[in-house]
């Protein structure tokens, strides 16, 4: 399965992003995605997830209230809403599909990785 992310670029700070991500996979549907972040000079880190009907999604801590997960099955499309950016949001964003049971598992669970879109926030 390839993925393909899309829709980072520079923003300033309050300002709202939608990242896309995408594949042409028709076993889109069998996997739970996750969209995680890497920092500069920081590991990468989980920002949420989505199973795979969309029913349900979970959040880091940091983002919660301002990100939103959706997805659109039909077209094989998994959306990250960023709305209120901060600097501190400022990443390489990555989605990642699996499969497992759950929902949040660890990174190493993930099947799947897109390239990554970088989001930069300025102040």
């Known amino acids: 399965v390839q993925l393909q992310a899309s829709g980072g670029g520079l923003v300033q700070a309050g300002d709202s992003l939608r990242l896309s991500c995408t594949t042409s996979?028709?076993?889109?549907?069998?996997?739970?995605t996750g969209w995680f972040r890497q920092a500069p000079g920081k590991e990468r880190e989980f920002v949420g997830a989505?199973?795979?009907?969309?029913?349900?999604?979970y959040y880091a801590d940091s983002v919660k209230g301002r990100l939103t997960i959706s997805r659109d099955n039909g077209n094989n499309m998994v959306y990250l809403q960023m709305n209120s950016l901060k600097p501190e949001d400022t990443a390489v964003y990555y989605c990642?599909?699996?499969?497992?049971?759950?929902?949040?598992?660890?990174?190493?669970?993930?099947?799947?990785w897109g390239q990554g879109t970088q989001v930069t926030v300025s102040s």
């Open positions: 990642a599909l699996h499969r497992r049971v759950w929902i949040v598992v660890p990174e190493t669970d993930y099947e799947y």
């Open positions: 996979d028709r076993t889109f549907t069998d996997y739970h």
């Open positions: 989505i199973s795979r009907n969309g029913g349900s999604t």
